[in-house]
């Protein structure tokens, strides 16, 4: 129950240092203890909760709720708030219950404020014509839209009238500050909106944004940072004097030492540090750790950049107007280089300078390696590199989203519908290539890049091996637990339960999805049957959830289709076929594996082990740090699949066989 002050209470406020410009303005609870308000300059309407509770600061020390040493204009304070040592003001804001704001400059909301809601991002082109609106339950698929559906225009004026109308919603004359919030050290804090138990530690100069913190995934800002025109999202860091300017940062990020950015998103689980983005879109699990790297104008998801990564997106032609795309789980080695326009296949890696502008988007897991100033492609060969699966294994773990809403819809697989569909053209552009430039070409061309003849044969190889892995892993999981007494039996349980999944796949920057789907969506949207964030939202997440039903459909069409079946048709022996052959390839996949991860324990790798010691010593030295190759985790989990999948391989097979008696 709040209620204006006595004129006894005004004389002790008075005789404790404060001063009102009018104190008819100012209300309390009917408990609030005014002894806890000290050396204070009102103005405006200003409304206190209660002062009862105590705080504990690091080290132990404990500080009573209270107002001291401070000026307030037009604020309303929660219940037991410590507000001390405001070296500027505080003006127009609304702070919750329990929030500790110490020792900072200015704290204010001197316009009209939308809070970085609405904000154009120019991303990919930093002369425009790409923008995306920021808004605080962006996420990196409904950012696909509105950056690369430009030949839909009717999708993108529709989506910014949804954006528009949220960010009208928000826009205020009036800041917020959530409860069990620490703001303290600061410098500038103008125009911001900032959830609760979100931590502002030493930050230098904040404006314009949203800290959308919640307690289930606290935002904690740290020293040096300066933000300008900004939305921060739940469970993400940002510390250690980064720089950014006019960016989205997402869910459970991290971004620090340093890393400086404009003009960029990032979303969930980015990990940002020393180095620079312009006009990047940093899908889910992009990541840069060095001081010399450059990020520009470019599309990356679950990324890794070497040191000393950088891309060019003009040629001094007609300014920055290049783009370039790295699809889902592309790395670079150290001191590579990428002249963009250029679109590098999913999970291939980048080594060494590449000014000729490739396109190996249908040949996925490749390497591109530079040899005298020309780019070779070795398709294929990231199938057999234990890193790649170690990279797969380890993104699920890394998610650290702790907020039960998730803007991001990810899926984790390596091989799905979208890389096996690029693996199956891949097949046929490395066909045509033979037939074309006959079979004893030594090398082959292909959009910009070479082929070695060996190269060549080789991807048709790795890539019929991951086609046949896949297609087997789904026949088997769609069998599992059936028990069939004859053929009719197998063919009812391998019908897909829905039509949808047939054709195209698309990767919305993390979420794998039909593009039936997908256009079902868009069309929905230009024609208003979806008119809020929420709904598109969820739209995704009914997507994300039924992949692995539409993820059947496509496989068993395609199942139908590599191994020259019909459904009507399809027998035990059949399935026995497609299972062995998927036994052939997974083992012969796991060895690979197994011998690319033998690499790291032979002789050469233990250059540098054993300080001055003989052979022997440099062998236990090694052994005592990395341990000895049959115990390593990574060996013993290729030896674990191998026999899980030969077993399970067996299982199917035998259950087949009492189809057949």
Known sequence: MYRHLTNNEVYMLQSQGCRAETWEMISVNDKTDLHQITNVSFSGKI???????????????????????????????????????????????VIGNNSRITNIGILAVDELSNFGNGLEISVLNETGGREVMMHDCLSAHQAYFMALYRHRPTLIQKMKNIISRYATQVHSETGSIGSHVVVADCGELRNL??????????????????????????????????????????????????MLTRCFVGQACVI??????????????????????????????????????????????????????????????????????????????????????????????????????PDTSDLPFSYLIEHDNMTYLYPGLNLRSVGTIRDARKWPIRDKRTDPHRLDQ?????????????????????KNLQKLAGETSVVYTYQSTRIKNSSLSRGLELYDMAINKFLGNSIIKRLEGLVPANDTDIRERLKPDCPIGRGDWCDLSGLIAPKSE??????????????????????????????????????????????????????????????????????????????????????????????????????????????????????????????????LGNGIIATMLKAKS
């Open 518 to 647: 997908v256009l079902r969506l868009i069309d929905d949207i230009e024609q208003e049957k979806i008119i809020t964030a929420e709904e598109i939202h969820d739209r995704f997440a009914e997507m994300h959830s039924n992949y692995y039903e539409y993820e059947w459909t496509w496989a068993y069409d395609k199942i139908l289709w590599y191994y020259g079946l019909t459904h009507d048709e399809i027998t035990a022996d059949d399935v026995i076929s497609i299972v062995e052959r998927w036994k052939k390839a997974v083992i012969g996949i796991d060895n690979l594996l197994y011998d690319d991860a033998k690499k790291e324990f032979s002789l050469s790798s233990m250059t540098s082990f054993g300080a001055d010691g003989n052979r022997e010593q440099q062998i236990e030295d090694f052994e005592q740090v990395r341990g000895v190759f049959e115990s390593n985790s990574s060996v013993q989990s290729i030896l674990e699949h191998i026999k899980i999948k030969t077993d």
């Open 47 to 93: 409304k206190i909760g209660l002062l009862d509770e105590c705080f504990e600061l690091p080290g132990g020390l404990r500080r009573h709720s209270g107002i001291h040493n401070a000026t307030l204009h037009n604020v309303e304070i929660g219940d037991n708030c410590l507000i001390e040592n405001i070296r500027g003001y505080i003006a127009n804001y």
């Open 410 to 430: 990810i899926n984790y697989n390596l091989l799905s519908p979208y890389t096996i569909q690029k693996m199956i053209n891949g097949c046929h552009i490395l």
């Open 193 to 242: 909106r900032i959830g609760s138990h979100c931590s502002i530690i030493g930050a230098g100069k904040l404006v314009n944004g949203s800290i959308n913190s919640v307690k289930e995934a606290p935002v904690n800002i740290g020293r040096n940072v300066i933000c300008e025109d900004f939305i921060i999202s739940s469970g993400s860091t940002v510390t250690d004097g980064a």
């Open 256 to 357: 620090g030492h340093g890393f400086s950015a404009s003009e960029s998103l990032f979303f969930s689980n980015c990990h940002e540090e020393n180095g620079e983005a312009c006009a990047v879109f940093a899908g889910p699990f992009t990541v840069t750790h060095h001081k010399s790297t450059l990020l520009i104008a470019s599309q990356f998801s679950f990324m890794n950049a070497g040191s000393g990564s950088n891309q060019s997106n003009h040629m001094y032609k007609l300014g920055p107007i290049h783009q370039g795309a790295m699809e889902r789980g592309a790395k670079t080695s150290s001191n590579s280089y990428i002249l963009w326009p250029a679109r590098i296949g999913a999970f291939s890696l980048v080594m060494g300078r590449h000014t000729d502008h």
